[in-house]
């Protein structure tokens, strides 16, 4: 079946998050942003199991973390961590003008860092940044993620390159090297249970027991 028509079953968004997608693509303003379907899938998550505390890695320009806000109870919160202050900077502002400047706190800085000094219990965790350090990422993933806590990585399928190695691009064989160590660690890892999806650039959807 075409993409094209599953992804016209997925409801709009709001004109906020639709007008922030519409602008990222643009090449004066290009940020990378989530897949239509595995947006629609963290909707679904949160939906399903109302976190109060989320934590996600890879902010950009905020897109993920408004459309998370505008999905989660009220008493919930959003932190948030960026290492490229231009993004950072741009997401704050994004942030505040969409209303959920009390509800999301972004966090400047090198998540490998960040992840070290943060205090746990987190109820969902969406893991979006360098592919190629998820792996390193994931000790403190493990920790800051309540028991029964949802890990949603994004893009683990990475273009098709961790599936087929002809597709494999020369520079990008250290971070498919390193995905393939994170997707074999989280598979067998007996915190956690995980279900790798095909859908978007892939996601892997994890649940610690
Ligand atoms: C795919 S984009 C995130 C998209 C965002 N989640 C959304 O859907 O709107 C990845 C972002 O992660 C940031 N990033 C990559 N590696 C990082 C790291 N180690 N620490 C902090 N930020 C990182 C990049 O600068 C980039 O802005």
Redesign the pocket.
């Known amino acids: 079946m075409k993409q094209e028509y599953l992804d016209s079953l997925i409801p709009k968004r709001s004109d906020f998050l639709d007008n922030?997608r519409y602008k990222?693509s643009l090449p004066e303003s290009y940020?990378?942003?989530?897949q239509k379907p595995?947006?629609q899938l963290i909707i679904t998550i949160l939906q399903m199991i109302k976190p109060k505390r989320v934590l996600?890695?890879?902010?950009?320009?905020?897109?993920?973390?408004?459309?998370m806000a505008d999905n989660l109870p009220d008493d919930s919160s959003i932190i948030?961590?960026?290492?490229?202050k231009k993004?950072?900077d741009i997401?704050v502002d994004n942030i505040f003008a969409s209303g959920y400047e009390k509800k999301i706190r972004v966090i400047e800085?090198?998540?490998?860092?960040?992840l070290h000094w943060l205090d746990g219990g987190f109820d969902f965790i969406?893991l979006?940044?360098?592919k190629g350090?998820y792996i390193e990422?994931l000790p403190d993933i493990l920790r800051l993620l309540n028991t029964g806590g949802v890990l949603l990585s994004?893009?683990i399928l990475y273009h098709g390159m961790i599936e087929d190695d002809d597709k494999v691009e020369r520079r990008k064989i250290t971070i498919v090297k390193r995905l393939h160590m994170y997707l074999e660690e989280i598979m067998s890892n007996e915190k956690l249970t995980t279900s790798i999806i095909p859908i978007g650039d892939g996601v892997a959807l994890s649940v610690k027991k």
């Open positions: 922030l990222s940020a990378p942003i989530v595995t947006e996600e890695v890879g902010t950009a320009v905020g897109y993920s973390a408004i459309l948030t961590i960026e290492r490229y993004h950072a997401a800085g090198e998540a490998a860092e960040v969406f979006d940044a360098a350090q990422f994004d893009n």
